[in-house]
Nanobody, 126 residues
Framework: QVQLVESGGGSVQAGGSLRLSCAAS????????MSWFRQAPGKEREGVSL???????LYADSVKGRFTISQDYAKNTLYLQMNSLKPEDTGMYYC????????????????????WGQGTQVTVSS
């Protein structure tokens, strides 16, 4: 089992920045990718960014150039640096972890995380 705890959410004005953190514990050696998802009120959860253990990254078009995903392996912590925030970035942000050895790549749109955090709220006002 892997436990994920997000933090760092808050309320900011448009153009501002936030850094989200996701602390992972448990059997983290069994995971090979981690990701951030978000869900706005009344909308489906959507992928924001993903990073694999070899450092490859993926970003949603809506956040490219503004968000940066990174990992600190020594701290077992995933980060999401969010700059130039927009009101449409508002939502609950979730951290996800993917089990190693699954046939479908974590980069596939059909693959969902095997573990989820409880989420952290981000609110961007105009």
């Amino acid at each position: 089992q892997v436990q994920l705890v997000e933090s760092g959410g808050g309320s900011v004005q448009a153009g501002g920045s936030l850094r989200l953190s996701c602390a992972a514990s448990g059997s983290t050696y069994n995971t090979d990718c981690m990701s951030w998802f978000r869900q706005a009120p009344g909308k489906e959860r959507e992928g924001v960014s993903l990073v694999s253990e070899d450092g490859s990254t993926l970003y949603a078009d809506s956040v490219k150039g503004r968000f940066t995903i990174s990992q600190d392996y020594a701290k077992n912590t995933l980060y999401l640096q969010m700059n130039s925030l927009k009101p449409e970035d508002t939502g609950m942000y979730y951290c996800g972890a993917y089990l190693r050895g699954v046939e479908i790549s974590c980069f596939s749109s059909s693959r969902q995380p095997d573990y989820w955090g409880q989420g952290t709220q981000v609110t961007v006002s105009s």
